[in-house]
C-alpha cells in the first residue's frame, strides 16, 4: 500500500475522534490495524518537509494521470485540472454552466453560431491576458491528432473540426473565428443543446501555449505552470499530495475563500476514513472511499450524503481479442452477471441495476432500451453456439481492476457468477490507476472495471464514446451502423425524435452487439460536515469546484 504521506502520519491511537465517528471502536480497530504503517510515516516525515494544514484537505481515490486539461480523461485529474484551468463557462456547485472567462455571448436564431466576448479582467496567472487566440490555439492543440486528446472528438461539434482531425482538413475550415482579441466566434455543424455545459468542461479550456513551447512535457511542473484558474500548483508529490494556493490574477478572486488546498491520494478506504474521523480531511468524494462493512453504518451519520448523479458502473469488453471477438460470447458473459446480486450484496448503497450505458431520465426523459438481463441458460447456450459447450476449451481471460475494497469485493463475484453460470475460469489483476488506464488505451486486456459520468446531460454524453475512432472508446468496438445512427441523432431537432433514435443505437451497442456490460447506476457519495462546511452539493455531474467550498466554522 502506498503511504499517502501526511495522510498517514496523523494515525495513532492516541489521536482524538470526532463527534461525528461511526463508533469509537470502529475507528479505534482502524488505527489499530496502521499502527506500523504510521510508524515509517512518522520516520519519514521527521526527514521530510512539514507544511502548514491546508485550509481544505481532500482526498481523492487515486493520483491525476495529468493535470493537462487537454489530456485528461479521468475524474481525479479533472477535479484538479479544474482548478487550475478555466473555460469560457464555469461550473458552479449545483453543476450547473455559468460564465466564465467569458462575460457573456450571443446565439444566432438557428442555433449554430455563438459569440463570446472574454471578460477584460481575464489574464493568466503571470499577469498576461487570456484572449481569443488562446482558445483557438488550444482548441486547435486538442484537435490536432499527435496530442493524443482522448476527449478531441467533444470538439468535432465545430464545423470542419472533426474533416481537421480525421482527414487532415485545412484549419481554414473549422468554424473558430476570432474577429478581436476579446471576441470568439465559434460555429457549429448542427444545434448543440448542451454546448454551454460543453464550455465549462476540461478539454475546452485554454492552455498556456508559449510556456508548453518553451517548456515541452515539464510545464504542468510547479515553478513552470501557467493558470488562468481559481488556483495556482504550489507543490505536487507523486503519490502524496498536490498542494493548490489561491490565484491572485483570478478575475473572481475575491470569492474564492479557501486560500490553499491539498489533494490527497489514497487507494485503501480505511485509510482515507480514518483521516476523516480524526478531523485531518475535511472532505470525501469517491465511491470507493465507502468500505463496503461499513456501508450500512456509514449510511446512518449525518455527514454521509448521497444523490442521483449521470454516472455508470460497467464492464468494457475487448472486442478485438479472442474470445471477445464473437458477439456470442460477449453476450454470454453480459447474461450470466446477476447485477441484483451485486448492489444488494456489495455496494449496498441504494444503486439500480443497469438496463444500458445511459441512466434514465438523462436529457429530456430518456429512457434506455431492456438491454441482456440475467439469464444463466440462455448464456449457456450461447457459449456452446460458439464453440466452447459448458465451457469447455475457453482459455484462460483475465479481468482488470482497481485496487479499491468495493472493486475487489465486485471482482471476486463477477469471476464466481462466470465460473457457476458458464464454466469458464477467470483471472484477476489488480491495477493501479495509471497502469489501468493505460491497459485500457492500449487494448491490453479481455475484461476491465469501468465507469462513466456523464460531462453533460444529454444521452450523447455516454453514447458519443463507443463512435469508431473516438478516444474514450476502449473496447474496439467498431460499427458502421451504429456511427450513422449517432450521426442522425446529432442532426435530428425534434427532441422525441432524437431520443428514438439514440434508443436505437444503445440497442445495438449494449444487445445486438454486447460491446459492453452495463451493471449498474451510480449514486454519489460525499462525506463532510453540511454545519461546516459549504458549498458542496450533490449534481447530477459530480462536479464540486473547490473555490465555492467555504467553512461556515473555523476548521
Same mark, same amino acid.
Given at each position: #500500500?502506498?503511504?499517502?504521506?501526511?495522510?498517514?502520519?496523523?494515525?495513532?491511537?492516541?489521536?482524538?475522534?470526532?463527534?461525528?465517528?461511526?463508533? /469509537? !471502536?470502529?475507528?479505534?480497530?482502524?488505527?489499530?490495524?496502521?499502527?506500523?504503517?504510521?510508524?515509517?510515516?512518522?520516520?519519514?516525515?521527521?526527514?521530510?518537509?512539514?507544511?502548514?494544514?491546508?485550509?481544505?484537505?481532500?482526498?481523492?481515490?487515486?493520483?491525476?494521470?495529468?493535470?493537462?486539461?487537454?489530456?485528461?480523461?479521468?475524474?481525479?485529474?479533472?477535479?484538479?485540472?479544474?482548478?487550475?484551468?478555466?473555460?469560457?463557462?464555469?461550473?458552479?456547485?449545483?453543476?450547473?454552466?455559468?460564465?466564465?472567462?467569458?462575460?457573456?455571448?450571443?446565439?444566432?436564431?438557428?442555433?449554430?453560431?455563438?459569440?463570446?466576448?472574454?471578460?477584460?479582467?481575464?489574464?493568466?496567472?503571470?499577469?498576461? %491576458?487570456?484572449?481569443?487566440?488562446?482558445?483557438?490555439?488550444?482548441?486547435?492543440?486538442?484537435?490536432?491528432?499527435?496530442?493524443?486528446?482522448?476527449?478531441?472528438?467533444?470538439?468535432?461539434?465545430? $464545423?470542419?473540426? =472533426?474533416?481537421?482531425?480525421?482527414?487532415?482538413?485545412?484549419?481554414?475550415?473549422?468554424?473558430?473565428?476570432?474577429?478581436?482579441?476579446?471576441?470568439?466566434?465559434?460555429?457549429?455543424?448542427?444545434?448543440?443543446?448542451?454546448?454551454?455545459?460543453?464550455?465549462?468542461?476540461?478539454?475546452?479550456?485554454?492552455?498556456?501555449?508559449?510556456?508548453?513551447?518553451?517548456?515541452?512535457?515539464?510545464?504542468?511542473?510547479?515553478?513552470?505552470?501557467?493558470?488562468?484558474?481559481?488556483?495556482?500548483?504550489?507543490?505536487?508529490?507523486?503519490?502524496?499530495?498536490?498542494?493548490?494556493?489561491?490565484?491572485?490574477?483570478?478575475?473572481?478572486?475575491?470569492?474564492?475563500? #479557501?486560500?490553499?488546498?491539498?489533494?490527497? %491520494?489514497? !487507494?485503501?478506504?480505511?485509510?482515507?476514513?480514518?483521516?476523516?474521523?480524526?478531523?485531518?480531511?475535511?472532505?470525501?468524494?469517491?465511491?470507493?472511499?465507502?468500505?463496503?462493512?461499513?456501508?450500512?453504518? /456509514?449510511?446512518?451519520?449525518?455527514?454521509?450524503?448521497?444523490?442521483?448523479?449521470?454516472?455508470?458502473?460497467?464492464?468494457?469488453?475487448?472486442?478485438?481479442? %479472442?474470445?471477445?471477438?464473437?458477439?456470442?460470447?460477449? !453476450?454470454?458473459?453480459?447474461?450470466?452477471?446477476?447485477?441484483?446480486?451485486?448492489?444488494?450484496?456489495?455496494?449496498?448503497?441504494?444503486?439500480?441495476?443497469?438496463?444500458?450505458?445511459?441512466?434514465?431520465?438523462?436529457?429530456?426523459?430518456?429512457?434506455?432500451?431492456?438491454?441482456?438481463?440475467?439469464?444463466?441458460? $440462455?448464456?449457456?447456450?450461447?457459449?456452446?453456439?460458439?464453440?466452447?459447450?459448458?465451457?469447455?476449451?475457453?482459455?484462460?481471460?483475465?479481468?482488470?481492476?482497481?485496487?479499491?475494497?468495493?472493486? $475487489?469485493?465486485?471482482?471476486?463475484?463477477?469471476?464466481?457468477?462466470?465460473?457457476?453460470?458458464? &464454466?469458464?475460469?477467470?483471472?484477476?489483476?489488480? !491495477?493501479?490507476?495509471?497502469?489501468?488506464?493505460?491497459? #485500457?488505451?492500449?487494448?491490453?486486456?479481455?475484461?476491465?472495471?469501468?465507469?462513466?459520468?456523464?460531462?453533460?446531460?444529454?444521452?450523447?454524453?455516454?453514447?458519443?464514446?463507443?463512435?469508431? &475512432?473516438?478516444?474514450?472508446?476502449?473496447?474496439?468496438?467498431?460499427?458502421?451502423?451504429?456511427?450513422?445512427?449517432?450521426?442522425?441523432?446529432?442532426?435530428?431537432?425534434?427532441?422525441?425524435?432524437?431520443?428514438?433514435?439514440?434508443?436505437?443505437?444503445?440497442?445495438?451497442?449494449?444487445?445486438? =452487439?454486447?460491446?459492453?456490460?452495463?451493471?449498474?447506476?451510480?449514486?454519489?457519495?460525499?462525506?463532510?460536515?453540511?454545519?461546516?462546511?459549504? &458549498?458542496?452539493?450533490?449534481?447530477?455531474?459530480?462536479?464540486?469546484?473547490?473555490?465555492? #467550498?467555504?467553512?461556515?466554522?473555523?476548521?
Amino acid at each position: #500500500m502506498p503511504l499517502p504521506g501526511i495522510a498517514v502520519v496523523i494515525f495513532s491511537d492516541a489521536a482524538p475522534l470526532a463527534p461525528a465517528a461511526a463508533s /469509537l !471502536q470502529t475507528a479505534r480497530r482502524m488505527m489499530h490495524r496502521l499502527s506500523a504503517a504510521t510508524a515509517c510515516a512518522l520516520l519519514l516525515a521527521a526527514c521530510g518537509e512539514t507544511l502548514p494544514r491546508a485550509d481544505l484537505v481532500f482526498i481523492q481515490s487515486a493520483e491525476p494521470e495529468t493535470l493537462d486539461p487537454a489530456l485528461a480523461t479521468d475524474q481525479v485529474s479533472m477535479r484538479v485540472s479544474a482548478a487550475l484551468f478555466e473555460g469560457l463557462c464555469r461550473v458552479n456547485e449545483h453543476g450547473r454552466p455559468e460564465p466564465g472567462m467569458a462575460l457573456r455571448w450571443e446565439i444566432s436564431e438557428d442555433r449554430k453560431t455563438y459569440t463570446f466576448h472574454l471578460r477584460p479582467g481575464a489574464a493568466w496567472s503571470d499577469g498576461t %491576458p487570456v484572449t481569443a487566440q488562446d482558445f483557438l490555439r488550444s482548441w486547435r492543440r486538442a484537435l490536432t491528432p499527435d496530442t493524443g486528446a482522448d476527449y478531441a472528438s467533444l470538439l468535432h461539434i465545430i $464545423r470542419g473540426a =472533426r474533416a481537421f482531425t480525421e482527414q487532415g482538413a485545412s484549419w481554414d475550415q473549422v468554424g473558430l473565428h476570432a474577429p478581436d482579441e476579446r471576441t470568439l466566434v465559434v460555429e457549429l455543424e448542427n444545434p448543440v443543446p448542451y454546448f454551454i455545459d460543453l464550455c465549462s468542461f476540461a478539454t475546452f479550456a485554454p492552455v498556456p501555449l508559449r510556456v508548453i513551447e518553451e517548456k515541452g512535457t515539464a510545464w504542468i511542473k510547479p515553478g513552470c505552470i501557467v493558470t488562468n484558474g481559481p488556483y495556482l500548483l504550489e507543490d505536487w508529490r507523486l503519490d502524496d499530495r498536490i498542494r493548490l494556493r489561491k490565484n491572485p490574477a483570478y478575475w473572481d478572486a475575491e470569492n474564492v475563500r #479557501m486560500t490553499t488546498v491539498e489533494v490527497r %491520494p489514497s !487507494q485503501d478506504a480505511g485509510t482515507a476514513l480514518a483521516c476523516f474521523h480524526t478531523g485531518e480531511c475535511d472532505l470525501l468524494m469517491d465511491k470507493g472511499m465507502v468500505p463496503p462493512t461499513l456501508t450500512q453504518k /456509514l449510511k446512518q451519520q449525518p455527514w454521509f450524503h448521497t444523490g442521483p448523479f449521470l454516472g455508470t458502473w460497467f464492464i468494457r469488453i475487448n472486442n478485438t481479442r %479472442p474470445p471477445f471477438d464473437d458477439p456470442r460470447v460477449r !453476450q454470454a458473459f453480459a447474461l450470466a452477471v446477476d447485477k441484483k446480486r451485486i448492489v444488494e450484496k456489495i455496494t449496498r448503497l441504494g444503486e439500480s441495476t443497469a438496463r444500458g450505458i445511459v441512466p434514465p431520465g438523462t436529457g429530456r426523459d430518456y429512457q434506455p432500451p431492456p438491454g441482456l438481463d440475467h439469464d444463466p441458460a $440462455r448464456a449457456r447456450q450461447l457459449l456452446a453456439e460458439a464453440g466452447y459447450p459448458g465451457g469447455k476449451g475457453f482459455p484462460r481471460v483475465e479481468y482488470l481492476y482497481i485496487p479499491l475494497a468495493v472493486e $475487489r469485493n465486485i471482482a471476486v463475484e463477477l469471476q464466481a457468477m462466470w465460473q457457476d453460470a458458464l &464454466g469458464v475460469t477467470v483471472n484477476l489483476a489488480k !491495477q493501479e490507476q495509471k497502469v489501468w488506464l493505460k491497459s #485500457m488505451r492500449e487494448l491490453d486486456y479481455h475484461l476491465c472495471r469501468s465507469s462513466w459520468v456523464g460531462d453533460y446531460n444529454d444521452p450523447s454524453t455516454f453514447l458519443d464514446l463507443f463512435q469508431s &475512432g473516438n478516444g474514450q472508446n476502449r473496447t474496439g468496438f467498431a460499427s458502421p451502423e451504429y456511427d450513422r445512427l449517432i450521426r442522425a441523432a446529432a442532426a435530428e431537432p425534434d427532441p422525441d425524435a432524437r431520443n428514438r433514435v439514440f434508443q436505437q443505437a444503445e440497442q445495438h451497442l449494449i444487445t445486438d =452487439r454486447a460491446a459492453l456490460i452495463p451493471v449498474y447506476y451510480y449514486v454519489g457519495v460525499q462525506f463532510y460536515d453540511a454545519s461546516r462546511l459549504s &458549498g458542496v452539493r450533490a449534481n447530477l455531474i459530480d462536479d464540486h469546484p473547490f473555490r465555492c #467550498m467555504a467553512w461556515r466554522l473555523p476548521p
